[in-house]
Every structure is written in C-alpha cells, then in structure tokens.
C-alpha cells in the first residue's frame, strides 16, 4: 500500500469512527454497526416514578419548613387506581369519589385534597404543579400530613400523576 493511500484509508477511518458511519478493512468501506436506539420506558405504574415525585414534594416541604409527608397506603392505593385509569383513558380528571363522605370514614381522614397532571417526565409535572398556585397549595399545605401517590406511563409516553393528601382523623 502506497503512503498516501493508507493515509486515506486512515483519515477515513478516523472520520468513521467519529460519525459512526462506515468503517474500512483495508481499502473497502463496509457499513459499521449501529447501537440500536434506547428502549421506551414500559408502559404503566412506574415505583420509581412515584418516589422520585413523592421525594421532590417532600424536598420542597422541607425547602419551607414543613413536615415530610408520610404514605399513607389507603390513599397511595386509590391514587395508583386513578392515575392507571387516567392513563389507560387519555383524560385528565380528578377522582370524585375521594371527595365524598363515605370516602373520607373509610379513609380515617378529616380533610384531602388532589393534584392530577400529565407530563413528559416526573420533574416537569412537579415543577407544573409548583406552578400552579392551586396545585402548589395542596403541596405546601401544613394541615395535610399524609399522602398516596401514584406514577404510570402511558402507551403514549405521556407520564400521568396523581398526588392524594389527607388530614388523619385522628
């Protein structure tokens, strides 16, 4: 092989390995492996999704001297239905039926509100929910002590989330 050709053949190299286009044996290009793309997080509830939002309201809590929610299973239960719900359906909506009395005797609480969203990831929607002075309000509450959320990925991608709060009865 002349200089000059494996000068070539190296600075093509060279520029291969750097786009990842092509690379050479000897003289003749031949296509170069391609990594294949990253998987799409699976759809449904995601545990981690769920601590990572529990874990930004609880540092913003903290942030302003507040009290560390605590999950509470009865409301983490009911938010994980809805938000399934919620993304299997494609519609935003809040959970009535945690509103009514009966909800509030099974439940022990006194007092419970809801933040509902959807978003592209677990920090958008908290950040959102900052954002908007209802949503925030329920998040900086001192009355509510307790807390069930809930995280699920939608066939779309779309992550849906519900944040339940409650006042204990007792």
Do not use: C
């Not at 793309?37 to 995601?46: K, L």
């Not at 529990?54 to 509470?72: E, F, P, Y």
């Not at 007092?111 to 969203?117: D, F, P, R, S, Y």
Request: no cysteine.
């Amino acid at each position: 092989m002349k200089r000059t050709t494996r000068w070539v053949t190296v600075a093509a190299a060279a520029f291969a390995l750097a786009t990842g286009s092509t690379s050479y044996a000897g003289d003749t290009p031949t296509p170069s492996p391609t990594a294949a793309p990253s998987p799409a997080p699976a759809a449904g509830y995601s545990a981690t999704g769920t601590w990572q939002l529990l874990a930004l309201v609880n540092k913003t809590r903290r942030g302003m001297g507040l009290s560390a929610l605590v999950i509470d299973n009865r409301l983490a239960s009911a938010a994980r239905a809805h938000t399934e719900r919620m993304a299997a359906s494609g519609i935003l909506r809040h959970n009535d039926a945690l509103f009514t009395p009966a909800s509030h005797r099974t439940l022990g609480m006194k007092a419970l509100g809801e933040n509902v969203g959807w978003n592209y990831s677990v920090t958008a929607q908290h950040d959102a929910f900052l954002n908007s002075p209802g949503h925030r309000a329920n998040i900086v509450s001192r009355s509510f002590r307790v807390a069930g959320f809930a995280v699920v990925r939608g066939a779309d991608g779309r992550i849906w989330s519900t944040e339940d709060f409650g006042t204990p009865s007792s």
